[in-house]
């Protein structure tokens, strides 16, 4: 892919650019948090022990969220193993190429400017009810059906109080929010009535963003040069005190012809960002419960986050909860914040020899290195529920003065000499290359926490007076090979390519850490063919290809074949003193070694109609030998988990389909220029091979299609209690419904109308799992599975007279996802009956007798926390095949007699929108469908909608 395909987008993330744009390269964005990259793979499962392509930029390993866009050449994924032989070990996964722009040889210096300048909003559906007297009546109803209590412990009297403000969209002098009245000792105590939007309060609806690039290009004699840099800005989430997020790049290619044989060249590229916030310390550490559409509990619409002194609340007095668990305090106080740093410097040196006629020896050396700190300070936080009362927060993360550092250090090595022999012999045409590449990591963390400093404005360890605890840590590895690739052809017609690696990892005990893989693939221009002439006017190009190859996975546990003790210290004081303890060795397996990995490809392409038409498929089957796993089962007297063997095999099978048209015609007398391209890839992955003879469903067993989920099939709802109470003579549910048969009183443990009938598929007269085996599995089958099928794309673009406008659409065709007991913007009360935002069209979905057909049963709280609806069912699988208008972008560029009279080569200025709008048939819209494919809460910082506009200058 052309980096020129996406320049006129601005995106801050090459993975924007890249996703649904390269067959099978599979990129998900599962957080919006400013500055995060979207995860990538290629092909898909290459192990059940994971692991991603090998990304290497102008040669030198490194990260996509990394590199400016603005930067990039071109990007080249190498997908089958034929492919990707040559890099070895780090390539098991495929690898995606990273070209950066070098200086042109015209003599001339260009200057590029461009910028974006836009903001973020939310995605996904923010209404959420404000009332507190529903906002409290719907989560009290819920325990109180469930517990037999209410949640808020509102009394009659409190509901009479929130009911008479129901109507009061902002604070009635008549009717006050916050009233003082008196508690069971007599006490003058804050009783609250508010109608309180904490969404909004918390979150903030638009977030500025910005970006500007600045670049210098050119040649002065045999020197070339591209040097470039940009500097990005984005706000995030937050509305109190707003995350910041920052990033700068400079990146210097120069290369320079020292000798007619002689070309030396250096890159180098450097990295900085910075990501500072607000609140809580878990914010940004699992975000799960204070940034997402439903992020935190307890924030009840009837809470304020202030009393009418200015105090900060806490406790609503009446029950124990926290208000919010305490992240309004945390935000408000100004003194509870923390940050990332991240600063990275690449460099590769490079000299081209050459030697004689067609003979060429390369060398380069590179070193990277990145560096990584963390700090964040949590201080005392004080709240009041007794007017002109303070009390210390009773939550851990808000009465303690603590002070956490970490420092942590990357390092790499590469080393790579290969020599090149190009020679044509009349209409053959033969390339040899062969070298050497060596790769060593170097990782160091250390980092420390206090307890008790002498300020609260001053960070730093050394003010620390308590409790000080210090940790550190590192690994190191390295991989060695030499690898070759020979191609020929004969008149362009007939293609052969061999290729392999003799590649050496630490990974691996000494015996067993070299492997051989070999490769080779083989391709036949049918167009070039004589018989073909009469076909050519109409198919212009006709190619088959096929390939096949082996490589080798090292992606595993950097000592994995070391029996390895851990260390720490003990949680009780014996002496007056936390003793250090080491644990038991866990046994390894001494013959621990390679997967291997072999890809099978067979591909076709055409162009048609004057190359208007362009068709690129391939078809392949991967298979992965000797996954890592657990051996077979131990006898109980072995007294430890079994070793890891490589006891499992894998098979992966997909296609790719692309296509491109290309045309143009006449508009008053000047060219519309369109293209549409389309893309259409597909994998399924299966276990051919596992060490489960008992068909344990818990763990991997033969035949098993990755991303399977098991699970019941329910029948829809109890029309009356008479029905289900004659349903429960002959078919027991209590293991489903578990928590319910936990209640206190026999009303709340029965079954009635509005209630889940499950089907007892075996007949035994018991919902359950059965032995969960593939042979007794209970009343559970395969309903769906969560691994994505059919992921395409559509680009549209087309451009007339100085205006462009582009579209771009990306889908998934098939995925399921079944919401977990943590998905609590998906089950609101039906979770846990405390619910902060619950969705302003909840209601309708809640099953009573004037709303038989609700989407949801009778409401009953805690039924989605390991019971009931969080027991995976046919009734609640969701369907997240979604389509998204990625980007839609309009620009102008003036007329070039026009900018050179001020002495500009282009002026371009466009407006663009990200992520404009979903199509799903989630059943809420309170959730990006993209986002629970990575993590299945649904919890994630949430990806925004951003719009910007800008100008692209040069000189």
Do not use: C
């Given at each position: 892919?052309?980096?020129?395909?996406?320049?006129?987008?601005?995106?801050?993330?090459?993975?924007?650019?890249?996703?649904?744009?390269?067959?099978?390269?599979?990129?998900?964005?599962?957080?919006?948090?400013?500055?995060?990259?979207?995860?990538?793979?290629?092909?898909?499962?290459?192990?059940?022990?994971?692991?991603?392509?090998?990304?290497?930029?102008?040669?030198?390993?490194?990260?996509?969220?990394?590199?400016?866009?603005?930067?990039?050449?071109?990007?080249?994924?190498?997908?089958?193993?034929?492919?990707?032989?040559?890099?070895?070990?780090?390539?098991?996964?495929?690898?995606?190429?990273?070209?950066?722009?070098?200086?042109?040889?015209?003599?001339?210096?260009?200057?590029?400017?461009?910028n974006n300048i836009g903001f973020t909003t939310h995605a996904t559906n923010t209404d959420f009810i404000t009332s507190g007297y529903w906002n409290a009546k719907i989560n009290d109803d819920a325990m109180y059906n469930a517990l037999g209590y209410r949640t808020t412990r509102y009394t009659d009297e409190d509901y009479e109080e929130l009911l008479a403000r129901v109507n009061d969209k902002?604070?009635?002098?008549?009717?006050?929010?916050?009233?003082?009245?008196?508690?069971?000792?007599?006490?003058?105590?804050?009783?609250?009535?508010?109608?309180?939007?904490?969404?909004?309060?918390?979150?903030?609806?638009?977030?500025?963003?910005?970006?500007?690039?600045?670049?210098?290009?050119?040649?002065?004699?045999?020197?070339?040069?591209?040097?470039?840099?940009?500097?990005?800005?984005?706000?995030?989430?937050?509305?109190?005190?707003?995350?910041?997020?920052?990033?700068?790049?400079?990146?210097?290619?120069?290369?320079?012809?020292?000798?007619?044989?002689?070309?030396?060249?250096?890159?180098?590229?450097?990295?900085?960002?910075?990501?500072?916030?607000?609140?809580?310390?878990?914010?940004?550490?699992?975000?799960?419960?204070?940034?997402?559409?439903?992020?935190?509990?307890?924030?009840?619409?009837?809470?304020?986050?202030?009393?009418?002194?200015?105090?900060?609340?806490?406790?609503?007095?009446?029950?124990?909860?926290?208000?919010?668990?305490?992240?309004?305090?945390?935000?408000?106080?100004?003194?509870?914040?923390?940050?990332?740093?991240?600063?990275?410097?690449?460099?590769?040196?490079?000299?081209?020899?050459?030697?004689?006629?067609?003979?060429?020896?390369?060398?380069?050396?590179?070193?990277?290195?990145?560096?990584?700190?963390?700090?964040?300070?949590?201080?005392?936080?004080?709240?009041?529920?007794?007017?002109?009362?303070?009390?210390?927060s009773s939550l851990g993360a808000l009465n303690q003065d603590k002070l956490r550092e970490n420092m942590g250090k990357y390092a790499w090595h590469f080393i790579n000499v290969f020599a090149t022999y190009q020679k044509d012999f009349g209409d053959h045409h033969l390339t040899v290359m062969g070298g050497f590449n060596q790769e060593d990591r170097f990782y160091k963390r250390i980092g420390g926490i206090g307890q008790d400093l002498l300020s609260e404005n001053l960070n730093d360890l050394d003010l620390v007076i308590g409790e000080k605890q210090f940790e550190a840590g590192g690994d190191e590895w390295a991989v060695r090979g030499g690898f070759y690739r020979a191609n020929y052809d004969y008149k362009g017609k007939y293609l052969l390519e061999v290729s392999g690696r003799y590649d050496g990892t630490s990974r691996f005990p000494k015996h067993s850490r070299f492997g051989f893989f070999p490769s080779f693939s083989t391709g036949w221009r049918i167009s070039e063919e004589k018989f073909f002439a009469p076909l050519k006017n109409k198919i212009n190009n006709l190619k088959i290809r096929y390939s096949y190859g082996s490589l080798g996975n090292q992606e595993v546990d950097t000592y994995a074949y070391i029996s390895s003790m851990g260390t720490g210290q003990i949680s009780y004081l014996v002496n007056g003193q936390k003793l250090n303890v080491a644990?038991?060795?866990?046994?390894?397996?001494?013959?621990?070694?390679?997967?291997?990995?072999?890809?099978?490809?067979?591909?076709?392409?055409?162009?048609?109609?004057?190359?208007?038409?362009?068709?690129?498929?391939?078809?392949?089957?991967?298979?992965?030998?000797?996954?890592?796993?657990?051996?077979?089962?131990?006898?109980?007297?072995?007294?430890?988990?079994?070793?890891?063997?490589?006891?499992?095999?894998?098979?992966t099978k997909g296609f790719e389909l692309s296509l491109l048209w290309k045309d143009h015609f006449d508009v008053s007398g000047k060219p519309f220029n369109y293209s549409v391209r389309a893309m259409l890839s597909d994998y399924q992955a299966e276990i051919t091979k596992f060490a489960n003879d008992a068909g344990l469903l818990s763990n991997y067993y033969t035949g098993q299609k990755l991303g399977e989920i098991w699970g019941y099939h329910y029948d829809g709802f109890f029309k009356t209690t008479e029905e289900a109470q004659e349903y429960a003579k002959i078919v027991n549910q209590d293991q489903i419904n578990r928590r319910r048969v936990q209640a206190p009183t026999a009303d709340l443990r029965m079954l009635q109308a509005g209630d889940i009938k499950i089907l007892d598929l075996n007949g035994d007269g018991i919902i359950d799992a059965g032995d969960n085996t593939l042979s007794n599995p209970g009343d559970r089958t395969v309903i769906g599975n969560d691994q994505p099928r059919y992921s395409y794309g559509l680009n549209l673009g087309a451009n007339w007279n100085g205006i462009d406008l582009s579209a771009f659409f990306q889908g998934v065709g098939k995925q399921n996802w079944y919401?977990?007991?943590?998905?609590?913007?998906?089950?609101?009360?039906?979770?846990?009956?405390?619910?902060?935002?619950?969705?302003?069209?909840?209601?309708?979905?809640?099953?009573?007798?004037?709303?038989?057909?609700?989407?949801?049963?009778?409401?009953?709280?805690?039924?989605?926390?390991?019971?009931?609806?969080?027991?995976?069912?046919?009734?609640?699988?969701?369907?997240?095949?979604?389509?998204?208008l990625r980007n839609l972008t309009v620009g102008y560029t003036f007329p070039v007699t026009l900018t050179q009279k001020a002495k500009i080569n282009k002026l371009r200025l466009f407006f663009s929108g990200e992520n404009l709008h979903t199509w799903t048939k989630l059943k809420t819209d309170y959730i990006d469908p993209e986002q629970v494919m990575s993590d299945n809460t649904g919890r994630s910082y949430p990806v925004g909608r951003v719009y910007s506009f800008g100008a692209q200058l040069s000189f």
């Open positions: 892919m052309s980096g020129k395909e996406f320049e006129d987008r601005p995106v801050t993330q090459l993975t924007q650019a890249l996703q649904g744009n390269i067959p099978n390269l599979n990129i998900v964005f599962g957080s919006g948090k400013p500055g995060t990259s979207g995860s990538v793979n290629v092909r898909g499962n290459t192990s059940i022990n994971g692991g991603g392509p090998l990304i290497l930029i102008d040669g030198i390993l490194g990260t996509l969220d990394r590199i400016n866009p603005n930067d990039v050449e071109s990007v080249t994924v190498l997908k089958d193993a034929s492919a990707a032989a040559v890099y070895g070990a780090r390539g098991a996964f495929g690898v995606v190429l990273v070209t950066t722009k070098k200086g042109g040889k015209n003599g001339k210096t260009s200057i590029e400017y461009n902002t604070e009635n002098p008549d009717r006050p929010w916050v009233v003082v009245k008196k508690d069971a000792s007599g006490n003058d105590i804050y009783r609250y009535y508010a109608n309180f939007d904490w969404f909004n309060y918390l979150y903030k609806k638009t977030r500025p963003k910005n970006e500007h690039n600045l670049s210098f290009s050119g040649s002065s004699g045999n020197t070339r040069y591209a040097i470039s840099g940009s500097k990005a800005s984005e706000q995030g989430i937050f509305n109190i005190d707003p995350d910041k997020f920052g990033r700068y790049n400079l990146r210097a290619n120069i290369a320079s012809d020292i000798r007619s044989w002689l070309t030396i060249s250096n890159s180098t590229h450097f990295f900085k960002s910075s990501y500072d916030w607000a609140g809580l310390e878990n914010n940004f550490s699992t975000v799960a419960n204070n940034v997402s559409n439903s992020p935190t509990y307890h924030y009840h619409a009837m809470y304020v986050p202030r009393n009418p002194d200015g105090t900060l609340t806490g406790y609503s007095g009446i029950n124990s909860y926290p208000i919010g668990y305490g992240l309004h305090n945390a935000l408000e106080s100004g003194t509870m914040r923390g940050y990332t740093r991240g600063t990275e410097f690449t460099n590769m040196t490079e000299a081209v020899l050459k030697l004689g006629k067609g003979l060429s020896l390369t060398g380069n050396y590179s070193y990277r290195e990145y560096r990584s700190d963390y700090s964040y300070r949590q201080t005392k936080q004080y709240y009041s529920k007794y007017p002109g009362q303070l009390e210390l644990n038991s060795p866990a046994p390894v397996a001494p013959t621990l070694t390679w997967e291997k990995i072999t890809t099978s490809n067979l591909g076709l392409d055409f162009s048609l109609f004057n190359n208007k038409l362009d068709f690129q498929s391939d078809f392949y089957v991967r298979q992965t030998k000797g996954m890592l796993s657990k051996g077979k089962t131990q006898p109980a007297v072995f007294g430890a988990s079994e070793p890891k063997e490589n006891a499992a095999d894998l098979k919401p977990n007991l943590e998905a609590q913007a998906f089950w609101s009360v039906y979770a846990r009956p405390y619910d902060s935002f619950i969705p302003s069209n909840f209601q309708d979905k809640i099953w009573s007798p004037e709303n038989p057909d609700a989407y949801f049963p009778f409401l009953r709280g805690y039924t989605a926390q390991n019971s009931e609806l969080s027991v995976a069912n046919d009734m609640y699988m969701q369907d997240i095949a979604y389509l998204k």
